[in-house]
T-cell receptor, first 109, second 114 residues
Framework: QKEVEQNSGPLSVPEGAIASLNCTYS??????FFWYRQYSGKSPELIMS????GDKEDGRFTAQLNKASQYVSLLIRDSQPSDSATYLC?????????FGSGTRLLVRP | DGGITQSPKYLFRKEGQNVTLSCEQN?????MYWYRQDPGQGLRLIYY???????QKGDIAEGYSVSREKKESFPLTVTSAQKNPTAFYLC?????????????FGPGTRLLVL
């Protein structure tokens, strides 16, 4: 059974700090990796995708991928209270996404 | 206005009743997916379809059925055989963007048992 692991949290950071979210996966042949943000009671919203090793930046968000170590991370710079949500890591496996159970992020004002 | 729509937003099911959840997309995506999310849990794949008139079971297909007669539509039926249907149901579609294959979600349907 292919798996995606995330720390459930909550991860609590002060406003303005960097939040670091991590994810490990078991399927070595995966080529596509995604981070979704989910507010309570809402559907997941895609915030980052990454397909090759290294860093990918988009505004305050940076996704990092290391295929050799099978981990992907998400950094959120200058965290805002509005970033408080559950962040889901997803890994492509045979044209299906395998989701982690999510990390809950709390940004304290 | 492109996107994925799901209806209804809330659905109530009586004991022994089959109910159907609607999912429509106008993104011209080939692949569509149904997930179930229970409170505080991750997403579990129910069924998926990579092309019209073809679909495959996911991890928790028992008690559910689907059809894919049109590219735009992928309805999910929750049958009376599904003994614990209360959950948040999410439909998604997947297609090629400038960055690569990407999957987007609809707003979801919350199913409650009376």
């Amino acid at each position: 059974q292919k798996e995606v692991e995330q720390n459930s949290g909550p991860l609590s950071v002060p406003e303005g700090a960097i939040a670091s979210l991590n994810c490990t996966y078991s399927d070595r042949v995966s080529q596509s990796f995604f981070w979704y943000r989910q507010y309570s009671g809402k559907s997941p919203e895609l915030i980052m995708s990454i397909y090759s090793n290294g860093d990918k930046e988009d505004g305050r968000f940076t996704a990092q991928l290391n295929k050799a170590s099978q981990y992907v991370s998400l950094l959120i710079r200058d965290s805002q209270p509005s970033d408080s949500a559950t962040y889901l890591c997803a890994v492509d496996s045979s044209y299906k996404l395998i989701f982690g159970s999510g990390t809950r992020l709390l940004v304290r004002p | 206005d492109g996107g994925i729509t799901q209806s209804p937003k809330y659905l109530f099911r009586k004991e022994g009743q089959n109910v159907t959840l609607s999912c429509e997309q106008n993104l011209n995506h080939d692949a569509m997916y149904w997930y179930r999310q229970d409170p505080g849990q991750g997403l579990r794949l129910i069924y998926y379809s990579q092309i019209v008139n073809d679909f495959q079971k996911g991890d928790i297909a028992e008690g559910y059925s689907v059809s894919r007669e049109k590219k735009e539509s992928f309805p999910l039926t929750v049958t009376s055989a599904q003994k614990n249907p209360t959950a948040f149901y999410l439909c998604a579609s997947r297609g090629l963007t400038s960055g690569g294959e990407t999957q987007y979600f609809g707003p979801g349907t919350r199913l409650l048992v009376l």
